[in-house]
Nanobody, 123 residues
Framework: QVQLVESGGGLVQAGDSLRLSCAASGRSFFSATMGWFRQAPGKERQFVALIKKSGENTYYADSVKGRFTISRDNAKNTVYLQMALLKPEDAAVYYC????????????????WGQGTQVTVSS
């Protein structure tokens, strides 16, 4: 079993920055790929970013590329999502996901999910 807890969400203005954290506990598969997804009201869950176990390889959705940065601290069992130049379209509940081996841009490939943290972006 793996427990994932997201934090760092909040209300920001367009153009601002925000850093999300995802802390893993229990029997953690933290060496595997970790990912961030988001879901806005009335929309399907959307892939945001992933980071492989080495921490050296990352992949981003086109909509956030160049603005968001995913990173991980294996010693702290924590993955981060640094968000910059936030836009109103970025407003959503952001979810952390764990234990993915491959095709990790697909939500169905993850075994564990956090409860999400709300990000609101005002103009």
């Amino acid at each position: 079993q793996v427990q994932l807890v997201e934090s760092g969400g909040g209300l920001v203005q367009a153009g601002d920055s925000l850093r999300l954290s995802c802390a893993a506990s229990g029997r953690s598969f933290f060496s595997a790929t970790m990912g961030w997804f988001r879901q806005a009201p009335g929309k399907e869950r959307q892939f945001v970013a992933l980071i492989k176990k080495s921490g050296e390889n990352t992949y981003y959705a086109d909509s956030v590329k160049g603005r968001f940065t995913i990173s991980r601290d294996n010693a702290k069992n924590t993955v981060y999502l640094q968000m910059a130049l936030l836009k109103p379209e970025d407003a959503a509940v952001y979810y952390c996901a764990a234990e993915c081996i491959n095709f990790c841009y697909l939500e169905s490939r993850y075994s564990y999910w956090g409860q999400g943290t709300q990000v609101t972006v005002s103009s």
